[in-house]
């Protein structure tokens, strides 16, 4: 079977366009490689050629696939006008299976011009035909309830309305980057932001066992799974966190012990991100949303990165990001009870306005250059392969 596939933003990349087409095509092949696909580009367009047994599973990818703005089940046909009007009719039958009547348009284009009928006379041909069979459909050409199009190239393409894709740029086209992950609702929902404009993502997660529960990890585990279909695949690093922790907890006054760990966090993240050859930090900082994460607060927790850090959640309220997370899947995995953060190490009276040359004084003081260059050698590594 053959499914026809829309790119949206990526044809206006100009010189680009072939890569960004070129990295379209790799990732869906990497998502249905075990139903062995078969893709062809022209002109702007992907032809997806699979076995009738992957349906299901093609569309569940092409629906979560970054780049793809629409797709479509197509029947390829020989061109000529009977095989054409054939295909047509079996559109118009399938809308009606589920609709019972309607409207419709023919939306022809003829790129090979040796073909007899000129597009506009392919429409009215078929339209006509069509009328003349399913007396329920009729013709509105402004807002019809079904669009049939007729692709007269190498060979003929025939579709319907087919069905949304996420929209974004395909993943890995903007490089890669390091998305601190947490069970909470916000980071993943941040990460999944990101991939949509093309970042790959690396998830690190910070476990401060047994000051966090085994079951914390379970959690990101699930997430990232979870996000392992539109990422493309991702791995996830397990930074084994507790040292650290407790040489702050140790070291330093208690209100700051919240903003030197995501401090730790982050240049822990950013010299992850050196091995790995990331470009950024991704974090699901939203501005004022609690005491870490006001202006003045993330200034300090952004100032040990050595990568710039991005925080696509930054702008938008909690009930729009739980709006996200719902769509996309992860909502019911981050609510589950198991906190990251825990109580042992987040001061009762957080600072809301550190001072930053203080905080920075306070963070040298801490000598964590070992302790973190420790957790890093330490790590886990696990790959979630595209699903
Ligand atoms: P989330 O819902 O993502 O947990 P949050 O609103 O609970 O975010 P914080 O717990 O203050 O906010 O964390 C802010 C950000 O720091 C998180 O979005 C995440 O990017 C990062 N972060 C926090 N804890 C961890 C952790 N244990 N491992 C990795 N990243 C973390
Ligand atoms: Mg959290």
Redesign the pocket.
Same mark, same amino acid.
């Given at each position: 079977m053959f499914f026809l596939i829309r790119v949206g933003e990526i044809s206006l990349k100009g010189g680009n366009r072939g890569y960004f087409e070129d990295k379209l095509v790799r990732n869906i092949k990497r998502r249905l490689r075990p139903f062995k696909p078969k893709l062809t580009l022209s002109k702007g367009r992907v032809l997806l050629e699979i076995q009738d047994a992957a349906e299901n599973a093609s569309m569940g990818v092409l629906s979560t696939t970054f780049g793809i703005v629409g797709y479509a089940k197509a029947t390829v046909a020989e061109k000529r006008i009977d095989d054409v009007r054939t295909a047509v009719f079996h559109e118009v039958e399938c809308f009606l299976e589920t609709r019972g009547q309607g409207t419709f348009k023919i939306a022809a284009r003829r790129s090979d011009k040796s073909f007899p009928l000129t597009s506009h006379e392919i429409a009215e041909a078929i339209g006509d035909d069509i009328r003349a069979r399913f007396p329920e459909m009729t013709v509105d050409v402004h807002h019809p309830d079904l669009v049939v199009h007729v692709e007269i190239r190498d060979r003929a393409y025939v579709y319907g309305n087919g069905a949304g894709g996420p929209g974004g740029l395909p993943v890995g086209v903007a490089g890669r980057g390091i998305?601190?992950?947490?069970? =909470?609702?916000?980071?993943?929902v941040?990460g999944y932001l990101m991939a949509k404009r093309g970042l790959a993502i690396e998830a690190?997660?910070?476990?401060?066992y047994p000051y966090?529960a085994e079951e914390a990890l379970g959690k990101v585990k699930t997430l990232v799974e979870k996000l392992s279909g539109p990422c493309c695949g991702l791995n996830l690093y397990v930074v084994h966190?507790t040292e650290v922790a407790l040489a702050i907890r140790r070291g330093a006054p208690r209100p700051q012990t919240t903003l030197l760990m995501?401090a730790a966090?982050m240049d822990c993240a950013s010299r992850i991100g050196g091995l790995r050859g990331a470009l950024c930090l991704?974090? =699901?900082?939203?501005l004022s949303?609690?005491a870490?994460?006001t202006a003045q607060s993330m200034r300090f927790t952004g100032s040990t990165s050595r990568l710039p850090v991005f925080r696509p959640l930054i702008a938008l309220d909690k009930e729009e990001i739980v709006t996200t997370a719902k769509k996309i899947g992860t909502y019911e995995t981050?609510i589950l009870p198991f906190e990251?953060?825990c109580t042992v190490f987040s001061p009762e009276k957080p600072l809301i306005r550190p001072d930053f040359a203080l905080m920075q004084h306070s963070y040298a003081g801490l000598g964590l250059d070992g302790p973190v260059s420790a957790s890093i050698a330490g790590m886990e590594r696990f790959w979630y392969p595209p699903a």
């Open positions: 998305l601190l992950l947490s069970g =909470g609702i916000d980071s993943p941040s690190v997660y910070f476990h401060t966090t966190f995501r966090m991704v974090t =699901g900082e939203s949303q609690v870490s994460q981050s990251d953060c």
